[in-house]
């Protein structure tokens, strides 16, 4: 069963702390990224990474890390320098090969209070 | 110049009628414009995308009609259905290269439209 996994649906936090979102994908995609999804926002790309151990800054990095040791996996943090974290946060993934196609997780939803 | 602007907001439309989506943008190297549609709670779907060497493309319900000139493109539902209900997103993106030297630009997305259909 091929796909884009994401977890945990649901994560909670209190403010100050980092916490981790899991992002793994079986489709044998070279690139991943990672966007935040507020109302009446569209989606904002955070980080992507277009080969393993490489990535690139998107539009909104800051107070955010990532990481791409292996192809099929590329966790983000959220630290505790991203000011407002409260987010649905969504992964996806492209093949690389010819293709500008973008597949998406499910999205964890993080609340920090 | 990055942007992709998208309207309407919402959107409410009677089963068995067409639903209307309109994106504008201002990169003219734009040359990849996807839709996609996302049910609460769920990540987005690719629904149906096309490049700009094409004024219309169809699939089943779904079209895409691209006007290059005017830098704008809209997406058409037709009988509409109640499963339909969802927000979609359209979104746009620029590439380099051709064959299997083809670089892709990061997509950029529209702010999205709150379609409901009622039955």
């Known amino acids: 069963d091929g796909g884009i996994t994401q977890s945990p649906k649901y994560l909670f936090r209190k403010e100050g702390q980092n916490v981790t979102l899991s992002c793994e994908q079986n489709?044998?995609?070279?690139?991943m990224y990672w966007y935040r999804q507020d109302p009446g926002q569209g989606l904002r790309l955070i980080y992507y990474?277009?080969?393993?151990?490489?990535?690139q800054k998107g539009d909104i990095a800051e107070g955010y890390s990532v990481s791409r040791e292996k192809k099929e996996s590329f966790p983000l943090t959220v630290t505790s320098a991203q000011k407002n974290p409260t987010a649905f946060y969504l992964c996806?993934?492209?093949?690389?090969?010819?293709?500008?196609?973008?597949?998406f997780g499910p999205g964890t939803r993080l609340t920090v209070t | 110049q990055q942007q992709v602007k998208q309207s309407p907001q919402s959107l409410i439309v009677q089963k068995g009628g067409i639903s209307i989506i309109n994106c504008a943008y201002e990169?003219?190297?734009?040359?990849?414009f996807p839709w996609y549609q996302q049910f609460p709670g769920k990540g987005p779907a690719l629904l149906i995308a096309?490049?700009?060497d094409v004024s219309e493309k169809k699939e089943g319900r779904f079209t895409i009609s691209f006007n290059k000139s005017a830098k704008q493109f809209s997406l058409h539902i037709m009988d509409s259905q109640p499963g339909d209900s969802a927000t979609y997103f359209c979104?746009?993106?620029?590439?380099w290269g051709i064959g299997s030297g083809t670089s892709y630009g990061k997509l950029t997305f529209g702010q999205g439209t709150i379609l409901t259909v009622h039955p």
């Open positions: 996806a993934s492209r093949s690389g090969r010819g293709s500008n196609e973008q597949y």
């Open positions: 489709l044998n995609h070279d690139a």
């Open positions: 990474s277009q080969i393993v151990n490489d990535f």
């Open positions: 990169n003219t190297a734009f040359d990849y």
């Open positions: 096309i490049r700009p």
């Open positions: 979104a746009a993106s620029q590439s």
